[in-house]
């Protein structure tokens, strides 16, 4: 079993950035694969990035290609999401999220998921 909790959302003026965190309990947490969805009012859930169970490995969806950075701790348990260049579309409930593979992040069909943590993006 694997918890995962959030932290760091909030509020920021376009252009602005925001640092997310995830820490997991269990002894387990390098053996996911991990990542990060979000999901937006009146929207489907979407994987924005994952990182590999090493940390070798990150996918970003296009729509934040560039402008955010997954990273993770294995010694600490701990996955983070920098989030810079901020724009008002990526306002969304961000929700972490662990998965046995890669795969799982192309559906909603991952082994674990966090509370969500507020990502609020003003023009």
């Known amino acids: 079993q694997v918890q995962l909790v959030e932290s760091g959302g909030g509020s920021v003026q376009a252009g602005g950035s925001l640092r997310l965190s995830c820490t997991a309990s269990?002894?387990?947490?390098?053996?996911?694969?991990m990542g990060w969805f979000r999901q937006a009012p009146g929207k489907e859930r979407e994987a924005v990035v994952r990182?590999?169970?090493?940390?070798?490995?990150?996918f970003y969806a296009d729509s934040v290609k560039g402008r955010f950075t997954i990273s993770r701790d294995n010694a600490k348990n701990t996955v983070s999401l920098q989030m810079d260049s901020l724009k008002p579309e990526d306002t969304a409930i961000y929700y972490c999220?662990?998965?046995?593979?890669?795969?799982?992040?192309?559906?909603?069909?991952?082994?674990?998921w966090g509370q969500g943590t507020q990502v609020t993006v003003s023009s």
């Open positions: 999220a662990a998965a046995r593979t890669p795969a799982q992040f192309l559906t909603p069909w991952v082994d674990y």
């Open positions: 269990g002894r387990t947490f390098s053996s996911y694969v």
């Open positions: 990182i590999s169970a090493s940390g070798g490995s990150t």
